[in-house]
């Protein structure tokens, strides 16, 4: 992990700041305490920001890179959730209960990130009004998609699945592993193989 220079910090806080512009309105005390609490670190590919047993300390947002949270049953990789630029991710269940956690948080590409304690974000949500705001509506975002993404599961085929991601998201076929793709929805890599020959037949 790196660090990143406090000289040029407010230049890896711009797309954060975009997107809070983006759902609320920010002055310029808002738009500080972005600077002030959000620290910028780096990772290479394959590091690990969470593993079971730990605690997830930190909440990300993703400026550059892609990251999964993944879980092993039987040794074999279940993939949760990925993300992407412009996102938020953690092992949620352990940020917000402070328990131990039962994922990994794993960085798939190098990546650039912004990242903040779950006490100082529980401390911005209670002492600033903009945030309480935002962070309700990511909140709800995180609700809609996960209940989205559950129905999707049981009630699509893998196709569907497959086809549902590279059209909301063809970047990951550029930067996610296939296997971590098939593992998000719930195929083995060869099966994701057959899915992917007959689409492009």
């Known amino acids: 992990m790196r660090y ?18 983006s759902l609320v309105r920010l002055d310029a005390s808002d738009k500080e305490m972005v600077i002030q609490y959000f620290e910028p ?17 930190y909440m990300y947002f993703i400026n550059e890179g892609y990251l999964r949270t993944y879980s092993l049953a039987d040794a074999t990789e279940i993939t949760h959730h990925i993300n992407c630029p412009m996102g938020f991710i953690t092992a949620y269940s352990s940020y917000t209960t402070r328990q ?25 949500f209670q002492q600033n009004a903009a945030w309480a705001e935002a ?30 991601v590279i059209e909301s998201h063809p970047d990951y076929l550029q ?16 099966s994701l193989s057959r899915i992917r020959r007959g689409i492009m037949k």
Do not use: W
Request: one cysteine or more.
């Open 4 to 21: 990143v220079r406090v000289g040029i910090m407010q230049n890896h806080h711009q797309k954060l700041l975009s997107l809070l512009e």
């Open 41 to 57: 670190v780096q990772y290479k590919a394959g590091e690990l920001l969470v593993k079971p047993g730990g605690i997830a300390h």
């Open 100 to 124: 131990p956690s039962v994922e990994y948080l794993h960085c798939i590409t190098d990546c650039e990130l912004l990242r903040i304690a779950s006490e100082q974000l529980t401390a911005l």
């Open 135 to 164: 962070g309700r509506i990511i909140n709800e975002r995180v609700v809609t998609y996960n209940e989205k993404r559950s129905r999707d599961l049981v009630g699509k085929t893998a196709e569907q699945r497959y086809r549902d």
């Open 175 to 190: 930067n996610v592993p296939l296997q971590y793709i098939a593992s998000f929805i719930g195929v083995k890599p060869e």
